[in-house]
């Protein structure tokens, strides 16, 4: 070989060692690199999940105290319902006892009668008997038939009134929950 090969030769040589050096730095640069990235998104990686417990431990939080609220005020409302189903019990017993007596003749309704006015010319004697618990007043006593229609009335008007009551409390205790 002639020198001028030889030195060609060399040059060839020595251009792929130069080569071979570059792509086996890329080839670590690269290693390296993808080391970084992977250390770097296994880091955000641990961070969102980091992040993502904390939201989901805070909305069962608030979960769980919703549904701690929910059942108080289910229970709540569940004891006032209690209470008013007793209430109307017990009205709807006190009228029945007093629509008995008064078909038994056990009680009379009776009215006053306003001693003032003249135009009614009522012909009720304007002191008691002697079984009257009313001193000095005028009353006149109900037909039994009319007393139990306007006891009747009274018995709606109360159970209107528990319900109304009832109503009232329910939507209390919804208010009070927001």
């Keep these: 070989m ?10 060839v040589l020595v251009l792929l060692l130069m080569a071979s050096a570059a792509g086996v730095t890329w080839q ?3 290693w390296r690199l993808g080391k970084q990235l992977f250390e770097r998104l296994s880091a955000q990686s641990a961070a969102h999940q980091g992040q993502l417990d904390a939201i989901t431990n805070e909305a069962w939080r608030q979960q769980k ?15 006032q ?24 003749a056990d009680v009379r309704l009776s009215v006053l009668l306003d001693g003032t006015d003249t135009a009614s010319r009522c012909d009720v004697p304007a002191a008691p008997g002697a079984a009257g618990a009313v001193h000095a007043a005028r009353r006149a006593q109900l037909d039994p038939a009319h007393a139990q229609r306007i006891i009747a009335i009274t018995d709606e008007g109360d159970n209107g009134l528990i319900a109304l009551r009832a109503c009232q409390d329910y939507v209390r205790a919804i208010n009070h929950s927001h």
């Design 2 to 11: 002639t020198p001028v090969q030889r030195i060609a030769g060399l040059a």
């Design 28 to 30: 670590v640069q690269d």
């Design 65 to 79: 105290a919703e549904q701690d609220k929910r059942l108080a005020i289910e229970q709540q409302i569940a004891v």
């Design 81 to 104: 319902d209690q209470q008013h189903t007793q209430e109307l019990s017990d009205a709807q017993r006190n009228q029945a006892s007093l629509r008995d007596r008064l078909a038994t």
